[in-house]
């Protein structure tokens, strides 16, 4: 077993790192709701070897029974379900529920069951990445079982989301991340790892990491805004970056790069909006273009840079992310993927309305101080490496490809 400069001992530690190569990947973006739900019911009707979820929410609910009922019809054609649920992002979901799924074949298991990690007093980390395996097609995204989720026509609150699609040798990854999460869901000192497939696949990168350093996931944000030629474009549910992020979207915008980000202009969680509202103003001065999706709540997490990068997943731009939980990305490098999901920014910025410095909401002092603090709470819980620059924050190894960490198996 090797482990990397940087890994925690006992924690994070290496599989063999796969072949190098240049394998296509079939990737496709799903921009929605109705998009994400016909392919997942599409590709669980037709598994016959393997449905794996990993998600932070499930709940009893309309979606959530729709999806058990077609678990548990794959479980009768004799198909592996296993479903990873964290126990505080479902923590509404009666137990009962999930003994009912397990009665009917499901193998569900709860990550890291809030009894015993209390007693311990090590609640986070949390597993907050969403990581789909269905036979030989893998989904990296920010949607949950939940009816927030759901369509308006189908009887949810139609919430904005965007996910990815992918076929090929990733898909694989995304399998061995799984299976080490299965394996840790009833640890309770916290152990956790990282799993990146680096340079091994010229075409995308697969990237689950814990919140501890290195933040594989946030790095690859820095340096990819670092070197942009022409577009930084950034969706995201929860942006209210760390400071190093921030001022390399800044350095972006100021040497002419098109910076624009659109956020949720009604939030499910108005913390992070009040911080954001306390930057308005100097991410305005300083060149960055902020709006707010209008139609709905906005939950959807990628990024675009550029014509050759794109990302979907569930990092949410915010010191959270990092303090607390486990995300997941899928990195695209493919220009066909790369123009739908900017495509898709294009769209959605139609539906939204621009922030502008004469046009900011015209907040009272108390709300000015209610914004200042929890902006001051959210640089209280940033790591330290994440308020600096970031070069060289990657071990080497992962910059060759191939940082495979996880728990030895």
């Known amino acids: ?34 998009v994400v739900l016909e392919s997942l019911l599409d590709d669980i009707a037709r598994a016959r070897e393997r449905i794996w979820i990993s998600t932070y929410i499930y709940r009893n609910d309309l979606m ?25 992002g479902s923590h509404a979901t009666p137990a009962q529920f999930f003994e009912d799924m397990r009665a009917r074949g499901i193998r569900a298991r709860a990550y890291r069951p809030l009894g015993t990690v209390l007693r311990r007093g090590v609640v986070f980390p949390r597993e907050h990445s969403r990581i789909v395996v269905i036979d030989g097609a893998g989904y990296v995204g920010g949607a949950a079982w939940a009816d927030e989720w759901l369509p308006r026509d189908q009887g949810g609150d139609g919430w904005h989301e965007v996910c990815s699609r992918v076929m090929g040798p990733c898909v694989g990854d995304m399998a061995r991340a799984f299976e080490c999460r299965w394996m840790l869901a009833n640890e309770a000192d916290g152990r956790s790892f990282d799993y990146w497939t680096g ?13 501890r350093p290195p933040a594989i996931i946030y790095e690859r944000h820095v340096e990819r805004v670092r070197s942009a030629r022409r577009r930084v474009w950034i969706e995201n549910a929860y942006f209210c970056p760390p400071r190093g992020l921030e001022r390399e979207l800044i350095d972006a915008a100021r040497r002419g790069i098109d910076v624009k980000i659109i956020v949720p202009r009604n939030s499910d969680l108005p913390a992070i909006r009040n911080a954001s509202l306390a930057r308005y103003r100097g991410w305005l001065e300083n060149g960055l273009q902020i709006y707010e999706f209008l139609p709905s709540m906005l939950h959807s997490k990628f990024a675009v840079i550029d014509d050759d990068w794109a990302t979907v997943g569930t990092f949410n731009v915010n010191p959270t992310s990092l303090r ?10 493919q220009p066909g993927f790369v123009r739908d999901a900017a495509n898709l920014f294009e769209r959605d910025l139609a539906r939204s309305e621009e922030v502008c410095l004469n046009n900011l909401p015209k907040l009272g002092a108390l ?11 959210l640089d209280l819980l940033e790591p330290r490496y994440a308020s600096g620059r970031g070069r060289g924050a990657l071990p080497e190894p992962a910059r060759e490809g191939g940082f495979l960490p996880a728990i030895g198996v």
């Open 1 to 34: 077993m090797l482990t990397f400069p940087g890994s925690r001992a006992n924690s994070r530690t290496s599989h063999a790192v796969p072949d190098r190569g240049c394998a296509l990947h079939a990737t496709r973006l799903l921009p929605g709701m109705t």
């Open 64 to 88: 959530g029974h729709r999806f058990a009922d077609a678990f548990a019809a794959a479980v009768r054609r004799g198909v592996d379900v296993r479903l990873l649920y964290d126990a505080l």
């Open 199 to 211: 340079g091994v696949y010229d075409d995308v990168e697969f990237i689950t990491d814990a919140p």
């Open 324 to 333: 607390w939980v486990s995300e997941a990305n899928l990195i695209v490098k």
């Open 367 to 377: 709300a000015r101080m209610r914004n200042a603090l929890w902006s001051l709470g």
